[in-house]
Structure formats: structure tokens, C-alpha cells
T-cell receptor, first 112, second 115 residues
Framework: ETGVTQSPTHLIKTRGQQVTLRCSSQ?????VSWYQQALGQGPQFIFQ???????GRGNFPPRFSGLQFPNYSSELNVNALELDDSALYLC???????????FGPGTRLTVT | EDKVVQSPLSLVVHEGDTVTLNCSYE??????LLWYKQEKKAPTFLFML????IEKKSGRLSSILDKKELFSILNITATQTGDSAIYLC???????????????FGAGTILRVKS
């Protein structure tokens, strides 16, 4: 059984660009949640995907969007990057919504 | 608005000391409270608490939840340098209408254990 994986490990983008982060859920898990952790803060909930649809969303603007695929993997897309988007982005998968979430290693995004 | 507050923000102790980390919360649709340890990347799960007054223990770490006072503490006894990390408290909240959950995190407590 493989755990949650994320790619890339880290990347650097310029303000105004777009970025796509990827997450493969743990085997058998059909729900994926995304979190943003800025430096010195706790992770903040961005959204959750279940059955390829957004199941719930935190206080993030529409330029943060996501996808979930039939194999339950997921993407987080951020358009029009801002300096404040620099953060560690964590993906977590769970067996079903309402079940325990297991975190991936994260993607460190730096926006310059 | 859902809120989780941790204290202290940071703490420096010597090896062998005992520390107590605090977490208070105001969250709608509470389901559980979780403690994580974060060293470099992803948070590592420590405890999940759902019932008041029942202490959970794992080695030198223990935690308890008070659902009446909306409060939890994490104790670490006989601290070691390997305990140096950020300790995160999170509350699991259910979505109001949809079937799902989210974790609401505090800002964390930075613990540094000196040898």
C-alpha cells in the first residue's frame, strides 16, 4: 500500500504565472483535501474533492481551483500567482469524506 | 468563524523538562481534536481525541480534551532534543450541509529542546 504522494517537491514561479500541483491519494482513498501552510502559520483548508466534485471549500479566491480524476488523484491549480501564495501546499487523502486524513509530503511553492 | 488558538507560540526548555502545550477552539460542527508534530514537511499524526476527560498516552506524550471548556493540552515528559518541532493542534469540523470534513489548524507551538 503506497502513501500519499505529491509532485513536484518544490518549484519557483513568477508573480502572475499559473501553477499546477499534483497529488496521488493513498491506495483505496477516494477523497482528497488540500491545505496551504504559509511560513509561521498552521495549514489552512483550501477545498476537498470527492467523486470528482468539489465537496467543500475554505476562504480562498476562485483563482484557486482543483480537479479530481477517476483514479482519485487530484490537482490544485492557482492562477495569477501572488507573492502571498508562497507556501507549503499539503494534500491529504481519506477513505471517504468524514474519515481520517493522511497527509502527503507537501509541495513548497515560492513566488518571486 | 472557526478558530483554533495555541499557546505558547514558542518554548525553549532543557532536556528532561516537562512541557505542556495548550489549544483552545471555537469550531462549528466539532467532531474531533487532533495533535500533530511537524519537523520539516508534512505534519505527523500524534493523537485524535473525541471524548472529554479521557487521557490518550503514547510513550512520553499524553493529551486530554475538555469539550465543555473547549480546550486540550499536550504534555511531553522527560523531553529530548528529538522532540524539537512545531506542534500543531487541529479541530476536525464537519461541513454543514455536505458530507465531508475539514481540519482547522492553530498556528502551532515551536518547541526547542536544548541539550
Amino acid at each position: 500500500e503506497t502513501g500519499v504522494t505529491q509532485s513536484p517537491t518544490h518549484l519557483i514561479k513568477t508573480r502572475g504565472q499559473q501553477v499546477t500541483l499534483r497529488c496521488s491519494s493513498q491506495s483505496g482513498h477516494n477523497t482528497v483535501s488540500w491545505y496551504q501552510q504559509a511560513l509561521g502559520q498552521g495549514p489552512q483548508f483550501i477545498f476537498q474533492y470527492y467523486r470528482e466534485e468539489e465537496n467543500g471549500r475554505g476562504n480562498f479566491p476562485p483563482r484557486f481551483s482543483g480537479l479530481q480524476f477517476p483514479n482519485y488523484s487530484s490537482e490544485l491549480n492557482v492562477n495569477a500567482l501572488e507573492l502571498d501564495d508562497s507556501a507549503l501546499y499539503l494534500c491529504a487523502s481519506s477513505l471517504f469524506p468524514n474519515h481520517e486524513q493522511y497527509f502527503g509530503p507537501g509541495t513548497r511553492l515560492t513566488v518571486t | 468563524e472557526d478558530k483554533v488558538v495555541q499557546s505558547p507560540l514558542s518554548l525553549v526548555v532543557h532536556e528532561g523538562d516537562t512541557v505542556t502545550l495548550n489549544c483552545s477552539y471555537e469550531v462549528t460542527n466539532f467532531r474531533s481534536l487532533l495533535w500533530y508534530k511537524q519537523e520539516k514537511k508534512a505534519p505527523t499524526f500524534l493523537f485524535m481525541l473525541t471524548s472529554s476527560g479521557i487521557e490518550k498516552k503514547s510513550g512520553r506524550l499524553s493529551s486530554i480534551l475538555d469539550k465543555k471548556e473547549l480546550f486540550s493540552i499536550l504534555n511531553i515528559t522527560a523531553t529530548q532534543t528529538g522532540d524539537s518541532a512545531i506542534y500543531l493542534c487541529a479541530v476536525e469540523a464537519l461541513f454543514k450541509r455536505e458530507y465531508g470534513n475539514k481540519l482547522v489548524f492553530g498556528a502551532g507551538t515551536i518547541l526547542r529542546v536544548k541539550s
